[in-house]
DNA sequence: TTTT
DNA sequence: TTTT
């Protein structure tokens, strides 16, 4: 009885980072900018910039993994997730990401958004970083589960 | 050349929240939740409730105020927008809203969905709520102005 | 490359009809209006309403026909398909529908919207209506096809 | 109490055609592609090309007009809309389009895809084609109607 | 043909 | 951090 979908086009702000679960599922995050012009009060052409972090599992994690890069534009569609977090002082800490379960790389062959694998799916070293980075290392999953979230 | 939209349709966990900025602009804070059912790893099915915080600016914000209250079902269309404030010790936050632009009632007539208002609008006494409440106080606006964000 | 995606909130017009195609698979179908409100030139608030052809397959049709019915308001997402046939003279004729994938009965339980099956499944007698009637009965599915369109 | 949306990311077929209405109104139609791709039965990979009309009025008539291309890759939101026309028989037809209240040029600048006036916007010769090609010049409006479909 |  |  409800609806959650979140439909972004943009860019990438860096190179995805793809990594695994202990069990062994594939699991990819990065963020894409979408930019919205508008007139200020003395009619000025103003842009303001919103970032938003994709997170992306299994199947469509190893091809997102694969094929974007920093820069290219995508179309992405998914469902909102705040996930919940402790910071040091272990305070109650709240993220919100998009979970995507489709992804379409925009633009044509033969330019910077073309298909081809623009390198070998680097899997990133460790996973130290301070949130909202994601530590799935306690994360049970088997590799074949329907993770629901 | 972005493209920045949310869609929902979930009920409202509370009776929204009507304030004005001190320029005169209406603005409507809600939260409404929608809920995904999934098996997990045993067969058995299990719920998932997801909350999100809605923004509302201007006209709607008043139909907002007047028509919707605690458990109504609602659509809701609009863009991800992340908001930076300050905790008490200074450091940085962010919450995510979805800012709407547009919200039908769903249900129909005769239901607690129906139309028709549902009370006086009520302007809520103050803002010295802790966030992710927003305090638009120091915001200054002009009524008519085309708010960018 | 590409995206299609529709997205609706109305009211069905009649009841489902569930059918099967002679290979054993569930289709199911039924209009649904959307009905939009705007002031004419003289000020005065009119009302222009669009039915829409929905078309969708396999469990989800199962589900349609038996939970569906006259006036229920539901949400649907599916994707735009133009289907040629041909008139009775023989002419190329174009019918477009939506190929639903997602659909959400809205409402509240209580109402005439709740869940519980409204009926027997009805399995319709034929399909010798006019179109953009679709005759399914040329189609040679394999009951676990995993049909394109 | 309804939602009538459409999402397109596809190509344009042709260029577009600009027109104006009798009483100024600028209308653009052109036609774009979205193609899926999907495994038969033999497990071998096949494509399905789907056609959709697009309407576009006013402002962003003539942005389209200007910018659009044939190839262009565009992201289209708007609504569904049947049209009903007499074939040369007297025959009822029907036309479904999409009346498009934002386009976005997908791709990055330096391909096909990017900004500047491609040529001249030009307009029209004439509209006695055949239909589905609206013919509006029967219609009355004034040149800052607010016209409704 | 629905619904408001 | 992107892109225009």
Sequence with gaps: ?????????????KDPELRYTASGTA???????????????????????????IVVWR???????????????????????????EDRDGNPRYTTEIVADQMQMLGRAGDDNSAGP?????????????????NYDNVQFNPDDDIPF
Tied chains: 1, 2, 3, 4.
């Design 118 to 134: 623009r390198r070998e799916p680097r899997q990133e070293p460790s996973m130290n970083q301070s949130p909202p980075q994601n």
């Design 59 to 85: 199947q469509l994690a190893e091809i997102c993994g694969k094929y974007l890069a920093k820069g290219k534009q995508i179309y992405i569609e998914g469902k909102l997730q705040t996930r919940k977090w």
């Design 1 to 13: 009885m409800s609806v959650n979908k979140v439909i972004l086009v943009g860019n990438l702000g």
């Design 27 to 53: 699991v990819c995050n990065f963020s894409i900018a979408t930019t919205e012009s508008y007139k200020d009060r003395d009619g000025n052409r103003q842009e303001k910039t919103e970032w938003h972090n």
